[in-house]
């Protein structure tokens, strides 16, 4: 007897895949959770017997060779591979927060995170981060770079008391605290129009340094209010988030009246422009400089959810952040609070 494929059909089929997906899944977990186990096990092998017998780096040479003549075909077993499971085993084997979750993510990742993180509170960002948010080797490696972990810490925004927790600890991710327009190309006494058409101009740089879920919409986007046309910088979508996101740029250092204008923004997208599947409409301000007790008296009371970074021309986190980031203590206590 034939199946005609009406809904009921497609449901039970769409049933059945999701079921083939979620054990595929589970396998592919499974499998790196072993993989992962077993780097621990040799890494902690060749430290025991290297403090055991007092035997050098010719050790790891020998085990390579013997082992990928055992196991033909078998892949992991270099040298470097060999160095890399012992480096593991060696930077996590104190850390009882940790061990047990660097099996949740991949082998390449955990190298990345290990090789280019100064210690264990960002590593444990990184951690965490890759294993909620999926992200793959590239997109670890352009957060590491674009030195996610520090801008997360130092974001100004308001988005504990504007938006949703649900949706807030991925806002947080989204709008960092400083951006890198090293990519522009100006002249000395640029203004808000030049640096936008030179954003535009370089769209992908842009979109890349704002984050990988960003699409862009428009420049000097028009809202009508009433009988009154009003124009946002740059409209990006943030697909994640399923969120407008209105960008206001400033070359000057920020004042508090830039929020109030960008709250008007805000009201006028969701009451005009978004759709009923999207949520609130988020905006950033990106200024010049800011004072950060002027940004946080600013955003106190603003209903709308925004936040304030500044931006360089330079690739490298400004000198003047390094002595903002919190203890030891405090990072810790964020971390938990915010990507739990």
Known sequence: MSITKNEEYLSFFTEIKDQVYQSQYKALKQVNQELITLYWGVGKAIVNRQEQFGWGKSVVESLSNDLQKE?????????????????FYLGYKENEKLAP???????????????KCKDDLEREFYIRMTRKY???????????EGRAYERFLLN???FDRALEEKYRHQAKLAVKDSYSFDFLEMSEDYG????????????????????????FIGNQYKLIVGKEEFYIDILLYHRRLKSLVAIEL?????????AGKLQFYLTALNETIKTEEENPSIGIIICKGKDRTTVEYALKDMNSPMGVASYTLKDHLPEDMHGLLPSSEEIAAHLEKYIK
């Open 71 to 87: 196991f033909v075909g078998v892949k992991g077993f270099s040298v470097d591979n060999l160095w890399r499971m012992r480096k």
């Open 101 to 115: 979750m660097v099996q949740e993510i991949g082998w390449s990742h955990n190298i990345l995170i290990l090789e």
């Open 134 to 144: 999926g992200w793959t080797k590239n997109v670890l490696i352009h957060q590491i």
């Open 156 to 158: 100004q925004t308001n």
């Open 192 to 215: 808000e129009r030049e640096m936008e058409l030179e954003l535009i101009k370089n769209i992908r740089s842009f979109l890349m340094e704002m984050g990988a879920d960003f699409a």
């Open 250 to 258: 400033k070359t000057t250092k920020f004042k508090p009246e830039y």
